[in-house]
């Protein structure tokens, strides 16, 4: 039949293959496949109307199939050749029936095609999940979703002769509505800005597949943005690291913040739409770009998604960065109020606890103290540590009940009238007998007899090797002995009970050992209270956590003994930890300004001092690699100056960077990050013996523990 409509390249050479082979692409292998020995026949001899129809599918970049026949015969191109994935290149030439043998029964698909052949039906099937797997990046599939549109094909004589169908796999689409729901839900446990952009940035660029995606909201009379590209090397701490913001001028011309500033929505589709201010290659390459205003009374900003080819918004994608807006603006806007309610209480707590732990020769001492409830109130627990007249070191920790400003401000007074006590007349149940007189008066003053007050108070004397402690109801101290000639132990310290402060407490005291080796900890009942256990196992836990520990380093001991119970808590936690050094250690500390040549000081700094004191110079580069990367991530994280201190024993060096921003400390999960920028978390695991963080209400601190080589 000669061809007079249409014209379908045929090859040069006859086919010799019996199949098409692995590899081939779909239209190389619809002209490469024997059809004369199918129902369909040699292509010289195609009906012009099917040659049409062939050539339109060979040519369509959109999935396409032709059913030929009774059997149903499938011939199909590059687009659904890819659709329908391991089932090619086999399912060329063979009927429907058997290529689809797994699903042909289920309802709408062996039905829908036989009924649009027989009955001459078109059918559009919309959002249809079949078992037709879209493989994920981790290897795993998942079943896709798509619409597909059945119709009859006719030859020149009007006939049916099979059915064309065009399918669109909508599977993004309809995870995107899907993770919008899992959006919300992220969102809605957000507590500050940091949360709320790290919770955005990682949603936009999964959800839209997006090359870049930023967000700025508004800071006074300027702007702060902070943007995620794709293809960014982030491991599992910098997904909890406090973003990096970029600040931007009220005028900048930046789509996200003239969108911010206006409230206008705006989308181009193909440009250079930030080439004006491109901070980087990065933004150089975006071609296409959506900017979306946060619907908010109390906060200005906006969020864009880009991409560095052309990108045309349909209606649907628009309404979907409409709805994510939507649900950024809300979060931010709690968010705000959150950290402005947050800021006060913070304010207060700092000042109840101590700016600086005595440094002593012979004792290290820690602590560390993390909010419970959801870090929007100032708590009650307190710790203190401080060289009495005589010489020995006097430890305090204690708990009023509650989480609010009373709370804080009651604690702030039971410390400050314990160090006036204890510099008079520091014997530990002399001083606890004054408490309770405090205590019980300001039950009287404020009319209430709910005023609960729980204390421990020791004294420590070095030269005697000893430490003498009393309760007013609080949780026995706990104290890891390492004996010459066996394993590190934990015991309990039996000390008299006394009830709590305010109810008339008469604490006794009970003085032990406490050698070079042994290391003292106070804590609170935040630490092995939980509420679906009993007392007893949150102690068990405790003191086997700290008999297992590798050091007794006190900030060591103080992140293992916050961990050491799993679970949640709401109440506060606070850890004081004091090592009786076997050694007297050697110290230095260095201030760190917020400027850009700040590492590299320290990296000079840290070299100069550690070869002073003749560390091993395997101990000196690996310690100056991890201070330099904590450095740069207390600059860039935090925004503040910071501390660097370094601590060298005879057993080990110890660092710690310390800084005094308050953002991505609110909570516990938020605190227990590094920053890596790619590589940081590996190379501190890599390179320490230990490391870890300490959130405290004045920032964060940053440690990592190397042994040194024995002599």
């Given at each position: 039949m000669?061809?007079?409509?249409?014209?379908?390249?045929?090859p040069?050479?006859?086919a010799t293959r019996t199949?098409?082979?692995p590899?081939?692409t779909?239209?190389a292998?619809?002209?490469?496949?024997p059809?004369?020995?199918t129902?369909?026949?040699?292509?010289?001899?195609?009906d012009?109307?099917?040659r049409?129809?062939v050539?339109?599918?060979?040519a369509?970049?959109v999935?396409m199939?032709?059913?030929?026949?009774?059997?149903?015969?499938m011939?199909?191109?590059?687009?659904?050749?890819?659709?329908?994935g391991?089932?090619h290149?086999?399912?060329?030439?063979?009927?429907?029936?058997?290529?689809?043998?797994?699903?042909w029964?289920d309802?709408?698909?062996?039905?829908?095609l036989q009924r649009?052949?027989?009955?001459?039906e078109?059918?559009?099937a919309?959002?249809?999940?079949?078992p037709i797997?879209r493989?994920?990046?981790?290897?795993?599939?998942e079943?896709a979703v798509?619409?597909?549109g059945?119709?009859p094909v006719r030859?020149?004589?009007?006939r049916i002769?099979?059915?064309?169908?065009v399918?669109?796999?909508?599977?993004?689409?309809?995870?995107?509505?899907?993770s919008l729901?899992e959006?919300?839900?992220?969102?809605s446990?957000t507590l500050?800005?940091d949360?709320?952009?790290?919770v955005t940035?990682?949603?936009?660029?999964d959800?839209?597949?997006?090359?870049r995606?930023?967000l700025?909201?508004d800071e006074g009379?300027a702007w702060r943005?902070?943007r995620?590209?794709?293809?960014e090397?982030?491991?599992?701490?910098?997904?909890?690291?406090?973003?990096?913001w970029?600040?931007?001028?009220a005028?900048?011309?930046?789509p996200?913040v003239?969108?911010a500033?206006?409230g206008?929505?705006?989308?181009a589709?193909?440009?250079?739409p930030?080439?004006e201010?491109?901070?980087?290659r990065h933004?150089?390459?975006?071609?296409?770009i959506?900017?979306?205003?946060?619907?908010?009374?109390v906060?200005r900003?906006a969020?864009t998604v880009?991409?560095?080819?052309?990108?045309t918004?349909?209606?649907?994608?628009?309404?979907l960065?409409?709805?994510?807006?939507?649900l950024?603006?809300q979060?931010?806007?709690?968010?705000r109020r959150?950290e402005t309610q947050?800021?006060?209480?913070?304010l207060l707590?700092r000042s109840?606890?101590?700016?600086?732990?005595?440094?002593?020769?012979r004792?290290r001492?820690?602590?560390?103290?993390?909010?419970?409830?959801d870090g929007?109130?100032?708590g009650g627990d307190?710790?203190d540590?401080?060289?009495?007249?005589?010489g020995?070191?006097?430890v305090?920790?204690?708990d009023?009940?509650?989480?609010d400003l009373r709370?804080a401000?009651?604690m702030?007074?039971?410390?400050a009238a314990l160090?006036a006590?204890?510099l008079?007349?520091?014997?530990?149940?002399?001083?606890?007998?004054?408490?309770?007189?405090l205590?019980?008066?300001?039950g009287v003053e404020?009319?209430?007899h709910?005023?609960f007050?729980t204390?421990?108070?020791g004294?420590?004397?070095?030269?005697r090797?000893?430490?003498?402690?009393?309760?007013?109801g609080?949780p026995?101290?706990l104290i890891?002995r390492?004996?010459?000639?066996?394993p590190?132990?934990a015991?309990?310290v039996?000390?008299p009970p006394g009830?709590?402060?305010g109810l008339?407490?008469?604490?006794?005291t009970?003085t032990?050992?406490?050698?070079?080796?042994?290391?003292?900890l106070l804590y609170?009942?935040?630490?092995?209270e939980?509420r679906?256990?009993g007392?007893?196992?949150?102690l068990?836990g405790?003191?086997?956590?700290l008999?297992?520990?590798?050091s007794?380093?006190p900030?060591?001991l103080c992140?293992?003994?916050?961990a050491?119970?799993?679970?949640a808590?709401?109440?506060d936690?606070a850890v004081?930890a004091v090592e009786h050094?076997?050694?007297?250690s050697?110290?230095?500390?260095?201030?760190?300004?917020?400027?850009?040549?700040?590492?590299s000081?320290?990296r000079h700094?840290?070299t100069?001092?550690l070869?002073e004191?003749?560390v091993p110079e395997g101990v000196?580069?690996a310690?100056?690699l991890?201070?330099?990367?904590?450095?740069?991530?207390?600059?860039?994280?935090a925004?503040?100056?910071?501390r660097v201190?370094?601590?060298l024993?005879?057993?080990?060096?110890?660092?710690?960077v310390?800084?005094?921003g308050?953002r991505g400390t609110?909570?516990?999960?938020?605190?227990?990050?590094?920053s890596?920028?790619?590589?940081?978390?590996g190379l501190?695991?890599?390179l320490?013996?230990a490391?870890?963080?300490?959130?405290?209400v004045?920032?964060s601190t940053v440690?990592?523990?190397?042994?040194?080589?024995?002599?």
């Amino acid at each position: 039949m000669p061809g007079t409509v249409g014209r379908v390249p045929t090859p040069s050479a006859p086919a010799t293959r019996t199949a098409a082979e692995p590899g081939v692409t779909g239209s190389a292998s619809v002209l490469a496949h024997p059809w004369a020995d199918t129902p369909l026949g040699p292509p010289q001899r195609w009906d012009p109307a099917l040659r049409a129809v062939v050539e339109l599918i060979v040519a369509s970049p959109v999935p396409m199939a032709l059913l030929y026949g009774d059997d149903l015969v499938m011939l199909y191109n590059d687009g659904y050749a890819e659709l329908i994935g391991g089932r090619h290149p086999e399912a060329l030439g063979r009927p429907a029936a058997e290529v689809f043998a797994d699903i042909w029964d289920d309802p709408g698909t062996g039905e829908v095609l036989q009924r649009a052949y027989r009955n001459g039906e078109s059918f559009l099937a919309r959002e249809a999940v079949l078992p037709i797997h879209r493989h994920l990046p981790d290897g795993t599939g998942e079943p896709a979703v798509f619409t597909r549109g059945h119709s009859p094909v006719r030859d020149s004589a009007g006939r049916i002769i099979g059915v064309l169908t065009v399918a669109a796999q909508t599977t993004q689409l309809t995870q995107q509505l899907q993770s919008l729901s899992e959006f919300a839900a992220a969102l809605s446990g957000t507590l500050t800005l940091d949360d709320v952009a790290r919770v955005t940035l990682r949603y936009c660029i999964d959800s839209f597949d997006a090359d870049r995606v930023s967000l700025a909201v508004d800071e006074g009379s300027a702007w702060r943005m902070v943007r995620r590209i794709r293809g960014e090397l982030l491991d599992e701490a910098d997904e909890r690291l406090p973003p990096l913001w970029r600040r931007m001028t009220a005028e900048s011309p930046f789509p996200v913040v003239t969108t911010a500033r206006s409230g206008v929505p705006y989308f181009a589709s193909d440009g250079q739409p930030l080439r004006e201010n491109a901070a980087d290659r990065h933004d150089e390459k975006i071609r296409a770009i959506a900017a979306l205003p946060l619907r908010s009374t109390v906060i200005r900003g906006a969020l864009t998604v880009g991409y560095q080819l052309p990108h045309t918004w349909s209606a649907a994608e628009r309404a979907l960065l409409a709805a994510s807006a939507e649900l950024v603006g809300q979060a931010a806007e709690r968010a705000r109020r959150f950290e402005t309610q947050h800021g006060t209480a913070q304010l207060l707590q700092r000042s109840m606890l101590p700016d600086q732990l005595p440094d002593l020769p012979r004792l290290r001492i820690a602590a560390r103290y993390e909010p419970g409830v959801d870090g929007n109130a100032a708590g009650g627990d307190f710790y203190d540590a401080f060289v009495l007249p005589s010489g020995a070191l006097a430890v305090v920790l204690g708990d009023v009940a509650g989480h609010d400003l009373r709370a804080a401000a009651r604690m702030g007074q039971v410390r400050a009238a314990l160090r006036a006590l204890a510099l008079s007349d520091p014997r530990p149940d002399a001083v606890l007998a004054g408490l309770d007189r405090l205590v019980t008066s300001l039950g009287v003053e404020s009319g209430t007899h709910e005023l609960f007050v729980t204390v421990v108070f020791g004294v420590i004397e070095v030269d005697r090797g000893t430490v003498t402690l009393a309760s007013a109801g609080h949780p026995a101290p706990l104290i890891r002995r390492c004996p010459p000639d066996g394993p590190p132990v934990a015991e309990y310290v039996d000390v008299p009970p006394g009830a709590p402060l305010g109810l008339d407490s008469r604490p006794g005291t009970v003085t032990v050992p406490f050698t070079p080796g042994d290391t003292l900890l106070l804590y609170s009942d935040g630490v092995v209270e939980r509420r679906w256990q009993g007392l007893a196992d949150g102690l068990g836990g405790l003191g086997d956590a700290l008999s297992g520990a590798s050091s007794g380093d006190p900030r060591a001991l103080c992140a293992v003994a916050t961990a050491a119970v799993p679970g949640a808590t709401e109440d506060d936690v606070a850890v004081l930890a004091v090592e009786h050094a076997v050694k007297p250690s050697r110290s230095a500390s260095m201030e760190v300004p917020a400027e850009p040549t700040a590492p590299s000081r320290v990296r000079h700094w840290l070299t100069a001092q550690l070869t002073e004191w003749r560390v091993p110079e395997g101990v000196i580069g690996a310690a100056v690699l991890c201070t330099s990367e904590l450095t740069t991530n207390a600059l860039l994280h935090a925004g503040t100056a910071a501390r660097v201190e370094i601590d060298l024993s005879a057993e080990r060096l110890l660092v710690s960077v310390a800084d005094s921003g308050t953002r991505g400390t609110v909570t516990r999960a938020q605190t227990d990050t590094l920053s890596s920028r790619g590589r940081g978390l590996g190379l501190i695991e890599e390179l320490s013996d230990a490391w870890g963080t300490d959130p405290t209400v004045r920032g964060s601190t940053v440690w990592f523990e190397i042994l040194v080589p024995a002599g």
